[in-house]
């Protein structure tokens, strides 16, 4: 994941305002030396070491202010903690006597070392959702409702940015593409052809839909380490039966039950935004899937020709070959860093 979070709970009788703020460690275990011993873990206890160091580049990245004064997180609660195996720094702090029209936020934390590091913004009671990108790094903040068509449209907005960032989900529907075998762009318009591939990506869809619904709905969570690391053993799994040309294998069972994992491996943003309105849950639900499908489509759409091309020579077996083997090197790479091997 490659997102922080951020909260403001705002008060409207004594306009007060209780900021959360939670920043995945992960950027600092890697770009900031903060591994004291140089075992490749960073534990809580060299987090609290390096507390100071990190505290000081979230007030240098993340300025908020109010009547173009500068709000200090000075004298703020931090705390570390783990989410689904991944570890969180937590800031909280209270603030009165803000009005949130003339609120403001500057954000550049992490896009120095990754340029698609994303900030999501909630601000309870229907007043809006946001996400802040490397491309755009300010926000103004409003008292006025948003619509649920614009949280629609914003969620739409991330779910299709999430799985164009996702390179496993693409791997996974590279691989799924290759197993179809269409011969010819003509296969493309001919419904007998199309009707399998259909059928393929339509249960994906519906499984991992399925799995974001019960995880983003705190129904319940898996351990997030099994989840990606069997998200790559699926991507292997895909890969050798296409190298072996085993693609009779590759049926509908098996892409519904990896589709689950899939859509687990989705959910983490809507679990960590937490949005308590049931209306603007389901919305916001509803327009992060939309978007995920809708990127995937677009894959499809821009993927399938060119396998068509690559494919239509003398080679063709030889390049599904070298294109399912490269699937599995890597997938085999991400299941031995997921599993901790690396």
């Known amino acids: 994941m490659k997102e922080n979070y951020l909260t403001l709970n705002y008060h409207d009788n004594n306009h007060s305002m209780l900021l959360l703020l939670q920043i995945e460690t992960r950027p600092f275990e890697i770009y900031f030396n903060i591994d004291n011993n140089h075992n ?16 000081n580049y979230v007030q240098e990245n993340l300025q908020l202010t109010h009547k173009s004064n500068i709000l200090s997180l000075q004298n703020a609660t ?3 903690y783990r989410n689904q195996d991944q570890t969180y720094m ?5 603030y009165s006597s803000i009005d949130l029209n003339q609120l403001n936020l500057h954000y550049s ?16 009671k229907l007043r809006g959702d946001y996400i802040l990108s490397n491309t755009e790094r300010n926000y103004n903040f409003s008292s006025f409702k948003m619509s649920q068509m614009e949280r629609l449209y914003i969620f739409l907005k991330d779910g299709f940015h999430h799985i164009l960032d996702g ?25 007998n052809k199309l009707i399998p591939l259909l059928k393929l990506i339509t249960l994906f869809s519906i499984a991992h839909s399925f799995t974001l ?14 989840i990606e690391s069997n998200i790559a053993l699926s991507i292997f799994v895909v890969a050798l039966l296409n190298f072996l040309h085993k693609f009779q294998h590759i049926n509908y069972y098996i ?3 990896f589709g689950l994992l899939h859509g687990f491996g989705f959910a983490n943003v809507l679990h960590m935004v937490e949005i308590k309105d049931t209306a603007s849950f389901v919305v916001s639900l509803l327009g992060f899937n939309l978007g995920v499908e809708f990127g995937q489509i677009l894959v499809i759409l821009i993927t399938l020709p060119l396998l068509i091309l690559i494919l239509q020579n003398h080679y063709k077996i030889y390049v599904l070959k070298i294109l399912s083997l490269l699937a599995m090197i890597i997938s085999a790479y991400w299941f031995a860093e997921r599993i901790g091997l690396l």
């Open 90 to 94: 937590r800031i909280e702090k209270a």
């Open 255 to 257: 892409v519904f039950g």
């Open 40 to 55: 490749e873990i960073v534990s809580y206890k060299e987090l609290y070491h390096h507390q100071n160091t990190l505290f």
């Open 78 to 80: 931090i705390s570390f």
């Open 167 to 191: 390179l496993d989900h693409l791997l996974f529907i590279l691989m799924l593409l290759l197993s179809i075998q269409l011969k010819s762009y003509y296969d493309l318009i001919k419904i």
């Open 109 to 124: 934390m992490f896009f120095k070392y990754e340029k698609d590091h994303k900030l999501i913004i909630h601000l309870d």
């Open 213 to 226: 619904f019960i995880s983003a709905s705190n129904l319940y969570h898996p351990n997030i380490t099994f």
